[in-house]
T-cell receptor, first 117, second 117 residues
Framework: DADVTQTPRNRITKTGKRIMLECSQT?????MYWYRQDPGLGLRLIYY???????NKGEISDGYSVSRQAQAKFSLSLESAIPNQTALYFC????????????????FGEGSRLTVL | AQKITQTQPGMFVQEKEAVTLDCTYD???????LFWYKQPSSGEMIFLIY??????QNATEGRYSLNFQKARKSANLVISASQLGDSAMYFC??????????????FGTGTSLTVIP
C-alpha cells in the first residue's frame, strides 16, 4: 500500500459542485501539503499544515479550503468548483528533516485528477 | 521573480548517453535545499536527489548526480547512461530555510526528457 494515499484518483464534476479530495498518510509525518499541477506551470502550493492546529495558505489558496482532521489526514475542498480548477492535485508529506538523512524531501501521493465541466 | 527556472521544456538524448537538465534558483537564504523529482507518464512524483546548500560535495545517487554551482545558483541534474525508462518529466525544486524550519517548496516548470533508442 502507498504511504500517502489520495482519494479519489479521478473525478469529473460540474461547475458549482462541492468537491473534497482526501489524503491520508502512514509515514508519521507532521507536515502535509496540497499542490496542484497544471501543464507548463509546474507544481504550485495551495495549503500546508505542520500539525493538526496549524493551517497555512500557499501561493494559490483562493477557491480552496482545507481541514487537518488528524496527523495522518489532510483534506482539500473546493466549495464551488469552476473549470479553471481542472488540474492534477497532489498531497505530499515531509518529516521536516527529522529523519535520516536530514533531507526533508516531499513524499507525494499518486495524485487526484480533477475535471470540472 | 521565479524561484526556480528550468529553461528546457523538452530534451532528447540517445540511449546510453549522458544528459544534463538545467536548473537555476533564486534565494537570499543561506540555508536551503535543492531537489530533483521525476514524473513518469503514470503521473507519480519520484524523489531522485537532494543537495543541501552547505554540502560541499555534489550529490550523487546511482546514475544521477547534481552539479551544484552555488555562486551561479545552479543545480543541474546529470543523468549518465540514459535508459528508455528515464523518459519522463523532471522537476527541480527548492526548499528555502533549513530542513526543520523551512516550509515552502518551490518547483520549476519541468523538463520533458525523451530517450531515443
Amino acid at each position: 500500500d502507498a504511504d500517502v494515499t489520495q482519494t479519489p484518483r479521478n473525478r469529473i464534476t460540474k461547475t458549482g459542485k462541492r468537491i473534497m479530495l482526501e489524503c491520508s498518510q502512514t509515514k508519521g509525518h507532521d507536515r502535509m501539503y496540497w499542490y496542484r499541477q497544471d501543464p507548463g506551470l509546474g507544481l504550485r502550493l495551495i495549503y500546508y499544515s505542520f500539525d493538526v492546529k496549524d493551517i497555512n495558505k500557499g501561493e494559490i489558496s483562493d477557491g480552496y479550503s482545507v481541514s487537518r482532521q488528524a496527523q495522518a489526514k489532510f483534506s482539500l475542498s473546493l466549495e464551488s468548483a469552476i473549470p479553471n480548477q481542472t488540474a492534477l492535485y497532489f498531497c505530499a508529506t515531509s518529516d521536516g528533516g527529522q529523519g535520516s538523512p536530514y533531507t526533508g524531501e516531499l513524499f507525494f501521493g499518486e495524485g487526484s485528477r480533477l475535471t470540472v465541466l | 521573480a521565479q524561484k526556480i527556472t528550468q529553461t528546457q521544456p523538452g530534451m532528447f538524448v540517445q540511449e546510453k548517453e549522458a544528459v544534463t537538465l538545467d536548473c537555476t534558483y533564486d534565494t537570499s537564504d543561506q540555508s536551503y535545499g535543492l531537489f530533483w523529482y521525476k514524473q513518469p507518464s503514470s503521473g507519480e512524483m519520484i524523489f531522485l536527489i537532494y543537495q543541501g546548500s552547505y554540502d560541499e560535495q555534489n550529490a550523487t545517487e546511482g546514475r544521477y548526480s547534481l552539479n551544484f554551482q552555488k555562486a551561479r545558483k545552479s543545480a543541474n541534474l546529470v543523468i549518465s547512461a540514459s535508459q528508455l525508462g528515464d523518459s519522463a518529466m523532471y522537476f527541480c525544486a527548492m526548499r528555502e530555510g533549513s530542513s526543520n524550519t523551512g516550509n515552502q517548496f518551490y518547483f520549476g516548470t519541468g523538463t520533458s526528457l525523451t530517450v531515443i533508442p
